[in-house]
């Protein structure tokens, strides 16, 4: 079984060590919810948000393994350079292994969109390579919406599907379960088996629909 614990908030940023935004690990460390001051909120929330749902499943019985954190940010940072932005980036790997206490959590670094923040996307490449148990996942090709910042509906599903095959050459090996549906609607949403698996890119009217059990 997989659990996703979800943390979000848009228009977010790391900011930098003077400048401090939502996602910085210094001042998210000692953050006080009661103030609801910007700086380090979104990483104090995340560590709480992952304890808690940690929390719920042990109370369930269940056990459990941290299998490694998809991470999807930076247009907020664009205006900071390259070198920065990886720098940033490089020390928040750090900070979230250190406190969920797991040094090597793979870590995966998902591209903003292609049609703006090369500087960001040049930030996210060069920080996975660089870090030890990271990488990199590419938006090449992904469809994006009318505002040209996000993904639609289907470059997101393309995009989970990217991100579920990277993590899984992280973890024990997998075999996959390979179901067809045919869809009704050429867009979402639509009816069809369920296979209990991860959506794939899907295309007209025709979709492949992931599973995965280990081996």
């Known amino acids: 079984k997989v659990a996703v614990i979800k943390y979000s908030q848009g228009a977010t940023s790391l900011g930098t ?10 001042t998210g460390r000692t953050y006080n919810l009661a103030t609801f001051a ?30 490694g954190m998809l991470w999807h ?14 720098d940033r ?49 590419s938006s090449v090709a992904l469809k994006g919406d009318s505002t040209t910042i996000h993904f639609d509906t289907l470059g997101q599903l393309d995009f989970g599907r990217r991100y579920a095959e990277r993590m899984l050459e992280f973890g024990p090996r997998m075999r996959r379960t390979i179901g067809h549906w045919r869809l009704d609607e050429p867009t979402l949403p639509w009816t069809g088996s369920n296979y209990g698996g991860i959506l794939d890119s899907v295309s007209g009217t025709e979709g492949v629909l992931y599973g995965y059990t280990q081996t």
């Open 73 to 86: 940010q930076g247009e907020s940072d664009s205006g900071l350079s390259t070198a920065a932005y990886k």
């Open 89 to 137: 980036l490089k020390e928040f790997i750090t900070a979230i292994r250190a406190d969920l206490g797991q040094p090597d959590l793979p870590f995966l670094v998902g591209e903003l969109i292609q049609s703006s923040y090369a500087t960001t996307r040049a930030a996210q490449q060069q920080a996975a390579a660089e870090t030890p148990n990271a990488a990199f996942i």
């Open 38 to 67: 910007n700086a380090g909120h979104c990483y104090a929330g995340l560590l709480q948000l992952v304890g808690q749902g940690l929390q719920q499943l042990a109370a369930q019985g269940d056990t459990y393994e941290l299998r």
């Open 17 to 26: 060590a003077a400048a401090p935004g939502a996602w910085d690990p210094a």
